[in-house]
């Protein structure tokens, strides 16, 4: 099991930043993929951008590449997210996700599909005004 816990939420105008964190505990050594996702209200989620652990190989959506960085440290099994120009657009709440070689998550969806992940914190919510 791994436990996910997001902090680095609020409020922001337009055109700031935020940076998002995602403490990892329990069984993480088994986990082979990171990411964070975000849903708005009356929309679905989505992926917002993933790490591989092992490599670092990074994916992002289109909508934040250029503006958001995920990045990860590995020694204190934090994950994290840095948002910058920050628009009201990206108004959600933010999860971070966990995928390990357990049951659960489908090994082969890619980074950035729910799917891959069997792992979910609760969310931080991030609110961007104009």
């Known amino acids: 099991q791994v436990q996910l816990v997001e902090s680095g939420g609020g409020s922001v105008q337009a055109g700031g930043s935020l940076r998002l964190s995602c403490a990892a505990s329990?069984?993480?050594?088994?986990?082979?993929?990171m990411g964070w996702f975000r849903q708005a209200p009356g929309k679905e989620r989505e992926g917002v951008a993933a790490i591989y652990t092992v490599g670092g190989s990074t994916y992002y959506a289109d909508s934040v590449k250029g503006r958001f960085t995920i990045s990860q440290e590995k020694a204190e099994n934090t994950l994290y997210l840095t948002m910058n120009d920050l628009s009201p657009e990206d108004t959600a709440m933010y999860y971070c996700?966990?995928?390990?070689w357990g049951p659960g998550g489908d090994r082969r969806s890619p980074a950035l599909e729910m799917s891959k992940y069997n792992y979910w914190g609760q969310g931080t919510q991030v609110t961007v005004s104009s």
């Open positions: 996700a966990a995928a390990d």
């Open positions: 329990g069984y993480t050594y088994n986990t082979y993929c």
